[in-house]
Nanobody
Framework: QVQLVESGGGLVQPGGSLRLSCAAS????????MGWYRQAPGKQRDMVAT???????NYADSVKGRFTISRDNAKNTVYLAMNNLKPEDTAVYYC????????????????WGQGTQVTVSS
């Protein structure tokens, strides 16, 4: 059974930094596109950053120049380095991975992490 485990959230002051991690494990799979999304209270879940297996990246305009997404394919892990954090970055952050999974046959499915809270406040 494939699962994603996130870590690295917390409380940080404006201008501070955090690094989120999301590791996939369990079963036979290949991680394809990986990404981070966030959801603030009362708002929809929005894309923050995505990265292809080959390393091509895409960022929301609001985080360009401050956040960096990266991945380690050998560890099936995606990271989000967040610098110069602002109060408006406060949200629950979710990782998302498009997986090719083998269970008698190969199939493609999206997986979501459990979410990690990031709070930016003085």
């Amino acid at each position: 059974q494939v699962q994603l485990v996130e870590s690295g959230g917390g409380l940080v002051q404006p201008g501070g930094s955090l690094r989120l991690s999301c590791a996939a494990s369990g079963g036979i799979f290949r991680a394809n596109d990986m990404g981070w999304y966030r959801q603030a209270p009362g708002k929809q879940r929005d894309m923050v950053a995505t990265i292809t297996r080959g390393g091509d990246t895409n960022y929301a305009d609001s985080v360009k120049g401050r956040f960096t997404i990266s991945r380690d394919n050998a560890k099936n892990t995606v990271y989000l380095a967040m610098n110069n954090l602002k109060p408006e970055d406060t949200a629950v952050y979710y990782c998302n991975v498009a997986m090719s999974v083998y269970n008698s046959r190969w199939y493609v499915r999206d997986y979501w992490g459990q979410g990690t809270q990031v709070t930016v406040s003085s």
